[in-house]
Nanobody, 115 residues
């Protein structure tokens, strides 16, 4: 059974930094990424990374957030710098297997940025 375990969320002041981690059980996933869902809004892509290291980052966080992964540890990271109050949301880890068309989600971790 696939499990995604997230860690690293919390409360930080504007301008601060946080690093999220997501460790996955099971095989290496084709794509791993981070989504976020602000209260009352839809879930949106923050950044994703393929097993080969190709990344896709939302314009709203480019230059501030960096996604990376360690395939040996089956873990994806999201380094978040220069955080803004509008970054406040529940952040979800996602893992996808393109071969089987399966998508898995973590339980979510709250990130709150105070002004």
């Amino acid at each position: 059974q696939v499990q995604l375990v997230e860690s690293g969320g919390g409360l930080v002041q504007a301008g601060g930094s946080l690093r999220l981690s997501c460790s996955a059980s099971g095989s290496i996933f084709s794509i791993m990424g981070w989504y976020r869902q602000p209260q009352g809004k839809e879930r949106e892509l923050v950044a994703s990374i393929t097993s080969g290291g190709n990344t896709n980052t939302a314009d709203s966080v480019k230059g501030r957030f960096t996604i990376s992964r360690d395939n040996a540890k089956n873990t994806v990271y999201l380094q978040m710098n220069s955080l803004k109050p509008e970054d406040t949301a529940v952040y979800y880890c996602q893992a996808r297997t393109l071969a089987f068309g399966l998508t898995f989600w973590g339980q979510g971790t709250q990130v709150t940025v105070s002004s």
